[in-house]
């Protein structure tokens, strides 16, 4: 295979019709630029997992994903789980085409600037950057996982919810852009808190917690200040907002001052994160709601784990 072959997989907006016209688009671009490549279109998120390791696997050193923060987790996990020395030869990109592009927005990468996008691609500036992971302590067999990873954040709690949420009202919602503003409801009236045990760096904590992020980015305004290259993990814990403040909150998250509302409390870590109760609170990687999770588990960082191709 030609090393500077590319893979790619494109992941249509869910819910959007003539999707095929966002990938023409893209496809005269590529064109245009004399890219070579071979194309896949996912059947959904979950199969870029599927698809990614595919294609590590025959051979190609450069994959390059059309889709938003959901299926990026995938790729990645994709990525994770093949062999170390194959996929420490492959380098990843990112178009973005979905609903959340947080991950790619942290980066400059815009929706709105393909060919900006596919050049810098082109160039093949890489970094190496960290990855999250939740590894559970039960077997799958047990109603466990052995590990998911993560590029961007992990969820515990009400966000997680509302994600779930979200998804639910996608399936029943004609009109998808009706699921943001079904979520938002949401966020008003499930205002739930949750018994949780959980041990950061040496604090122990036994509280109600509303939402819990663990950034390896921007965790959608919840990490603001985190990065993921330099080995650590950034958390924020909410607990007991009364609704003015939580709307307050809601504001300062938009505004990138989320750290500063007096609910939120801050943590930076190298070290593994232990959870031993959260009592059932739906738990989320990138978007990506994940299915119920025994106690105990770990949340942690893997650094410099995968290439990414980075903007100029």
């Given at each position: 295979m030609e090393q500077d072959r590319w893979g790619i997989i494109y992941c249509p907006k869910q819910g959007i019709q003539r999707s095929q016209k966002r990938w023409e688009t893209i496809r005269e671009i590529l064109g245009r630029r004399n890219v070579n490549y071979d194309?896949?279109?996912?059947?959904?998120?979950?199969?870029?997992?599927?698809?990614?390791?595919?294609?590590?696997?025959?051979?190609?050193?450069?994959?390059?994903?059309v889709?938003?923060?959901?299926?990026?987790?995938?790729?990645?996990?994709?990525?994770?789980?093949?062999?170390?020395?194959?996929?420490?030869?492959?380098?990843?990109?990112?178009?973005?085409?979905?609903?959340?592009?947080?991950?790619?927005?942290y980066w400059g990468f815009s929706e709105e600037n393909d060919e900006q996008t596919i050049?810098?691609?082109?160039?093949?500036r890489l970094r190496k950057i960290d990855v999250g992971f939740i590894?559970?302590?039960?077997?799958?067999?047990?109603?466990?996982?052995?590990?998911?990873?993560?590029?961007?954040?992990a969820n515990v709690g009400l966000i997680a919810r509302i994600m779930k949420i979200k998804y639910k009202a996608r399936r029943l919602l004609a009109l998808t852009s009706l699921t943001?503003?079904?979520?938002?409801?949401?966020?008003?009236?499930?205002?739930?808190?949750?018994g949780m045990k959980v041990r950061i760096n040496e604090d122990q904590i036994d509280r109600k917690i509303m939402s819990m992020c663990i950034g390896n980015c921007h965790g959608y305004g919840?990490?603001?200040s985190a990065v993921p290259y330099n080995g650590?993990?950034?958390?924020?814990?909410?607990?007991?907002?009364?609704?003015?403040?939580?709307?307050?909150?809601?504001?300062?998250?938009?505004?990138?001052?989320?750290?500063?509302?007096?609910?939120?409390?801050?943590?930076?870590?190298?070290?593994?994160?232990?959870?031993?109760?959260?009592?059932?609170?739906?738990?989320s990687t990138d978007g990506v709601v994940l299915p119920p999770i025994k106690v105990p588990f770990e949340i942690g960082l893997k650094p410099e784990q995968i290439q990414f191709i980075i903007p100029r």
């Open positions: 194309f896949v279109q996912s059947e959904g998120s979950d199969s870029v997992e599927r698809l990614t390791k595919m294609l590590v696997n025959n051979g190609y050193q450069t994959i390059v994903i889709g938003g923060d959901a299926a990026f987790n995938y790729a990645i996990n994709g990525i994770m789980s093949s062999e170390e020395n194959v996929r420490q030869q492959v380098a990843i990109g990112l178009i973005p085409n979905g609903r959340g592009n947080d991950f790619a927005t050049d810098w691609l082109i160039e093949r590894q559970s302590k039960h077997d799958a067999t047990e109603g466990g996982f052995a590990c998911r990873y993560f590029i961007n954040c943001y503003f079904a979520s938002m409801l949401a966020l008003l009236f499930q205002r739930l808190e949750t919840q990490t603001p650590m993990l950034d958390v924020t814990i909410v607990s007991s907002p009364e609704i003015k403040q939580l709307i307050e909150g809601m504001v300062m998250l938009f505004t990138g001052q989320f750290l500063n509302h007096k609910k939120v409390i801050a943590y930076r870590t190298p070290r593994l994160i232990h959870f031993h109760e959260i009592n059932g609170a739906t738990v």
